[in-house]
Nanobody, 130 residues
Framework: QVQLVESGGDLVQPGGSLRLSCAAS????????VGWFRQAPGKEREGVSC??????????YSADSVKGRFTISRDNAKNTVYLQMNNLQPEDTAVYYC?????????????????????WGQGTQVTVSS
């Protein structure tokens, strides 16, 4: 079965860190660009980061709100994309989703547009609170 499964969400104190995982089954994730999105209650879905396939240029993009704190990476041997989140703040609280784009390279201008993505995971909850 072809699917994406997120994990790693948790309750963490402000200033803490988490690493989210997006594991693919049924296909090789390495051929595709993969993005992370988040949605907080009452807010629109927000693009967090995107990583291109290592079979293209491996480029990455991140939202200004997370630059310097979040890092997207991929481990092709594990068929997994990660989102390392450091210095978490209450405003980072959201359900985080990974999504696959049926192209190899994150589009520079549209990487944060959810309509560019073709397959989504079920999400994992991240709560930042003291």
């Amino acid at each position: 079965q072809v699917q994406l499964v997120e994990s790693g969400g948790d309750l963490v104190q402000p200033g803490g860190s988490l690493r989210l995982s997006c594991a693919a089954s049924g296909f090789s994730l390495d051929y595709y660009a993969v993005g992370w999105f988040r949605q907080a209650p009452g807010k629109e879905r927000e693009g967090v980061s995107c990583i291109s396939s290592s079979r293209s240029d491996g480029s990455t993009y991140s939202a200004d709100s997370v630059k310097g704190r979040f890092t997207i990476s991929r481990d092709n041997a594990k068929n997994t994309v990660y989102l390392q989140m450091n210095n978490l703040q209450p405003e980072d609280t959201a359900v985080y989703y990974c999504a696959l784009m049926e192209r190899r390279t994150c589009p520079r201008r549209a990487w944060s547009d959810g309509s560019e993505y073709n397959r989504w995971g079920q999400g994992t909850q991240v709560t930042v609170s003291s």
